[in-house]
T-cell receptor, first 111, second 111 residues
Framework: DAKTTQPPSMDCAEGRAANLPCNHS???????VYWYRQIHSQGPQYIIH???NNETNEMASLIITEDRKSSTLILPHATLRDTAVYYC????????????FGKGTKLSVKP | ETGVTQSPTHLIKTRGQQVTLRCSSQ?????VSWYQQALGQGPQFIFQ???????GRGNFPPRFSGLQFPNYSSELNVNALELDDSALYLC??????????FGPGTRLTVL
């Protein structure tokens, strides 16, 4: 079973920041938080990952709470093309393979 | 640098037949993982190959088998196809268990 909990759906206005929450209260010390997104019928796209510190790349920012029990993915200026299902996954780096996907959050960006 | 590619993109088979799906890993990657995604669900881990050996397996029956070749490309074979095998099959490559990058998937329909 997935070790994360996400809201099933969220809406965001185009041009505004999209803040997607994720709870992972049972995360262990060597597990990273990964975010992927999946646009309809395409393969999941890697977005960002982090362990303890906040991370930023060209796609998004990841904010992890100090106790590491939750995190937020931030898309700073959402566009219509950001409409997708967003998955938050916890995983050991270098572990034997599997990403355990939950149901994710369906983000709808509206004009 | 080429990304993960999969072939074919779509496939239609009938119950009882066998199918082979192919995946070419991203340049520099040595690990391939396969996932099955049924309609409306998140991807489910099938198995992973590292250095041509199976390196972890999810809850799938033995009629799901695979191979990895010396160039790190991989095949997924499914024997005795069932209607429930209809799904999007995804492969993801990584370097030694680090971040996984997904291909576009193969849509398999079993009639």
């Amino acid at each position: 079973d997935a070790k994360t909990t996400q809201p099933p759906s969220m809406d965001c206005a185009e041009g505004r920041a999209a803040n997607l929450p994720c709870n992972h209260s049972t995360i262990s010390g060597n597990e990273y938080v990964y975010w992927y997104r999946q646009i309809h019928s395409q393969g999941p796209q890697y977005i960002i990952h982090g362990l303890k510190n906040n991370e930023t790349n060209e796609m998004a920012s990841l904010i992890i709470t100090e106790d590491r029990k939750s995190s937020t993915l931030i898309l700073p200026h959402a566009t219509l093309r950001d409409t997708a299902v967003y998955y938050c996954i916890v995983r050991e780096q270098g572990s034997q393979g599997n990403l355990i996907f939950g149901k994710g959050t369906k983000l709808s960006v509206k004009p | 640098e080429t990304g993960v590619t999969q072939s074919p993109t779509h496939l239609i088979k009938t119950r009882g037949q066998q199918v082979t799906l192919r995946c070419s890993s991203q340049s520099g990657h040595n690990t391939v993982s396969w996932y099955q995604q049924a309609l409306g669900q998140g991807p489910q881990f099938i198995f992973q190959y590292y250095r041509e050996e199976e390196n972890g397996r999810g809850n799938f029956p033995p009629r799901f088998s695979g191979l990895q070749f010396p160039n790190y490309s991989s095949e997924l074979n499914v024997n005795a196809l069932e209607l429930d095998d209809s799904a999007l099959y995804l492969c993801a490559s990584s370097f030694s268990g680090t971040t996984q990058y997904f291909g576009p998937g193969t849509r398999l329909t079993v009639l």
